[in-house]
């Protein structure tokens, strides 16, 4: 017995309370009608045997003439889909940025990438990526040239405040998840035109002064002095730390964050608490282990007194009332506050957290470490740190640090 359409599907209904007035386009192929419920508006449709159903769109029109037109133009578009390998009937935009998001968790599972660089994909496509075509776009929709002008779209957003590696690192995620659909079949295309973009000055960093740092470090006693209660008293306090352990080990934040006591050692050396730190790929961004050895030993030794999960499993910036780490929104909150205390929310830079490494590797290019030694220490690249750095002028700059405080001939910042 012959299944039902085993040979495919042919022709259309003929003339019928639901299909009014048909009209047949492209040899047969497609139809445009009217409904009793159209008010005499046209729709088109077409038999799509590939995948087996029926594809139906609304012309938007009542003149018969524009609706067969409309309805050859439709139905050729879709023959060269079918014949360039597109789906009809496919993955939403949407539908593929969410299983290239499991993709990339499934990635972090086996320790190919962090869960950190996972959190900044994830924000590049919810914030971003998505929205600039549209969560229901279908794939068959999506052209070579779709995201040229991308690039444009960004910038109007964010009022040209955005920089140009920002958008070319979000045209590399948006060409992962195209390639991503074309492994799956969902996509013919393997990649997408985008804006050539050249970054010929590399972008700067904001950072501290060592006189701005040592009028920040003075604030932020007198911000931790100034407490209303031990659940405040305790955030503050391990911001602060956190904030003097990034200067001294420009550990980056997500590393720091995720760092646990059984990665770090502290030790005696010369009178000084030195602090050893492993770094495991886990948490690095680069994903590769370090090493980092720095002052700062007495900063963590400190953390122990006033926290209460300091067992070798706990995060050392960890909640205060559960054995959790902390989060960036609380780090972020708390950050702000600090800037606000200590008037740095009117300087005129575009200070962070990450000013702070920035300061420390600064630190000790002024005591003319060597550059190896200090793109070993931070988990970077030679030509990164040559890269973003040949600007200063260490000569100047030494001379006025060491007029401010002192700074060792490892590079070390001594405020005792």
Not at 198 to 203: C, S, V
Not at 368 to 388: C, D, M, R, S
Request: glycine fraction near 6%; include cysteine; hydrophobic fraction near 30%.
């Amino acid at each position: 017995m012959r299944t039902k359409f085993a040979k495919g599907k042919r022709g259309f209904k003929k003339e019928s309370k639901q299909f009014l007035n048909q009209v047949s386009v492209y040899g047969g192929r497609g139809m445009v009608y009217t409904s009793p419920e159209s008010n005499g508006s046209y729709y088109f449709r077409t038999w799509i045997a590939e995948e087996g159903k029926y594809f139906r769109k609304g012309l938007r029109t009542k003149v018969k003439s524009d609706a067969v037109k409309q309805g050859e133009d439709v139905m050729l578009d879709i023959l060269t889909k079918i014949k360039n390998g597109h789906k009809i009937f496919g993955m939403s935009w949407g539908e593929l940025c969410e299983s290239f998001l499991q993709h990339t968790q499934e990635r972090v599972n086996t320790k190919r990438i962090t869960q950190e660089r996972q959190k900044v994909i994830k924000t590049q496509i919810n914030k971003w990526i998505i929205p600039y075509l549209s969560s229901s776009l279908r794939l068959s929709e999506i052209s070579l040239h779709s995201f040229l002008d991308y690039g444009m779209f960004r910038r109007k957003e964010t009022k040209n405040e955005v920089q140009d590696i920002t958008i070319r690192n979000e045209y590399t995620t948006i060409n992962s998840i195209i390639k991503h659909g074309f492994r799956l079949g969902e996509t013919p295309i393997q990649r997408v035109e985008v804006e050539e973009i050249k970054i010929t000055d590399p972008a700067r960093r904001d950072t501290f002064t060592p006189e701005e740092y040592k009028e920040f470090y003075m604030g932020m006693k007198d911000w931790v002095k100034d407490s209303y209660n031990q659940h405040e008293k305790y955030y503050r306090s391990l911001i602060r730390d956190f904030i003097l352990i990034t200067s001294n080990t420009f550990l980056r934040t997500g590393e720091l964050l995720n760092l646990q006591w059984k990665m770090v050692k502290v030790s005696k050396h010369k009178g000084n608490r030195i602090i050893h730190i492993n770094v495991p790929a886990s948490i690095a961004k680069n994903n590769k282990n370090r090493e980092v050895i720095a002052r700062g030993g007495r900063y963590f030794e400190r953390i122990k007194e006033y926290s209460e999960n300091t067992q070798k499993e706990d995060y050392i910036f960890s909640k205060r009332d559960e054995n959790k780490r902390i989060s960036k929104a609380l780090l972020n909150k708390y950050w702000n506050q600090v800037k606000k205390f200590t008037n740095f929310h009117k300087s005129e830079k575009k200070l962070t957290l990450y000013s702070f490494r920035h300061f420390g590797i600064t630190a000790r290019l002024y005591a003319q470490v060597p550059i190896y030694e200090v793109a070993k220490l931070a988990g970077t690249n030679v030509k990164f740190i040559e890269q973003h750095y040949e600007h200063l002028d260490m000569v100047k700059l030494r001379d006025s640090a060491l007029q401010t405080f002192q700074i060792d001939k490892d590079g070390f910042v001594l405020r005792e």
